[in-house]
């Protein structure tokens, strides 16, 4: 089974600039995380989606960021513009349904905003 | 954003010795989960605890669903060197979210 596909895994942008990363779940996986993890820290979830629907985007920073996964399969996290503060690792992870807590996670994008 | 209180931050270990650490939180979860992270990586899922007061094995890798359903350990014994890598425990809430502790960092000593 083909784990959670992420990219780009690197991303290095001057500040003001938008980006944006892309994510593939474990198929028939329904629920979709994006998390941002600082450094030396633990992933903090940025928004949850159940098939195409957001069901938790309340750590969203919605002034900036924006998240869409419109046929409940892949999904993309846009940032415009990006900021010094946003550099940081953007982890996806995927699940199998609601109920279910083992969250597979995928590799990761490392942004470096300069 | 709320974060898991776990320890230690970071600790050297020898080859063969065994390890321990530990995750608290003030609130209850319904699930306790324990994740390695190697650098460049995302996390991999060590041991899933659903129940207060399991305890679970994977290998050498034993963990515990804490009583009060608000802590949670992990043991490691007799590590070798790819025990090293920053390990994570995450409470799961009964939204389906998780959340994560700080990690603790394995390392060798030199």
């Known amino acids: 089974e083909a784990g959670v596909v992420q990219s780009p895994r690197y991303k290095i942008i001057e500040k003001k600039q938008p980006v944006a990363f892309w994510c593939n779940p474990i198929s028939g996986h329904n629920t979709l995380y994006w998390y941002r993890q600082n450094l030396g820290q633990g992933p903090e979830l940025l928004i949850r989606?159940?098939?195409?629907?957001?069901?938790?985007d309340s750590q969203l920073p919605k002034d900036r960021f924006s998240a869409e996964r419109l046929k409940g399969v892949d999904s993309t996290l846009k940032i415009q513009p990006a900021e010094l503060g946003d550099s940081a690792v953007y982890l996806c992870a995927s699940k199998r349904a609601i109920g279910a807590d083992t969250q597979y996670f995928g590799p990761g994008t490392r942004l470096t905003v300069l | 954003g709320q974060q898991l209180n776990q320890s230690p931050q970071s600790m050297f270990i020898q080859e063969g010795e065994d390890v321990s650490m530990n995750c608290t939180s003030s609130s209850i979860f319904n699930t306790w989960l324990w994740y390695k992270q190697d650098p460049g990586e995302g996390p991999v899922l060590l041991i899933a605890?659903?129940?207060?007061?399991e305890l679970t094995s994977n290998g050498r890798l034993t963990a515990q669903f804490g009583i009060t359903r608000k802590d949670s350990f992990l043991n490691i014994s007799a590590s070798i060197p790819s025990d090293v890598g920053i390990y994570f425990c995450a409470g799961g809430g009964s939204q389906g979210n998780l959340i994560f502790g700080k990690g603790t960092k394995l390392s060798v000593k030199p």
């Open positions: 989606y159940e098939n195409e629907e957001a069901v938790d």
């Open positions: 605890l659903y129940k207060a007061g």
